[in-house]
């Protein structure tokens, strides 16, 4: 859930204006994220962990501008391959075991990445409710 993730925006400055990137790239170090050219090319990617960049995507949505339309665009995309890292690993565990009761502790580990203390506290707390 904490691996960064890099979306890539060919094109960006173009796409949007150089003050509005520069706009975009400050906000983007607020949220823990890194708006930045590739090399020397002309496309930028976005780096930073799945959590913020969907905060940071949020931030952009809330601006009057509409130079960022394209970027929040973007974003949501590509968030959309990485669904798994915005849900909170014990909300993970907790759905897993509630589509599949009789999943195994090792199962429940090789999907999530959890510990093994972990899966049991998941366990325990969802065959209680």
């Known amino acids: 859930m904490n691996e960064g993730i890099t ?3 060919p094109s960006l400055f173009h796409r949007i204006g150089g003050s509005a990137a520069k706009q975009a790239k400050d ?10 050219r590739v ?12 959590i913020n960049i969907q905060s940071f995507a949020a931030q952009l949505h809330g601006q009057a501008n509409t130079e960022f339309a394209h970027l929040i665009k973007k974003i949501n995309i590509a968030l959309l ?8 690993l014990t909300a993970k565990l907790a759905r897993l075991i509630t589509d599949s009761p009789s999943i195994t502790l090792a199962e429940l580990i090789q999907l999530t990445g ?7 506290v998941a366990r325990f707390d969802t065959n209680l409710c």
């Open 27 to 36: 906000m983007a170090k607020q949220y823990g994220c890194e708006l930045k």
């Open 39 to 50: 090399r020397r090319s002309r496309n930028w990617q976005l780096v930073g962990d799945a």
């Open 7 to 9: 979306i890539a925006l």
């Open 81 to 88: 391959s990485h669904s798994d890292k915005l849900e909170p």
């Open 114 to 120: 959890c510990t093994e203390a972990e899966a049991r």
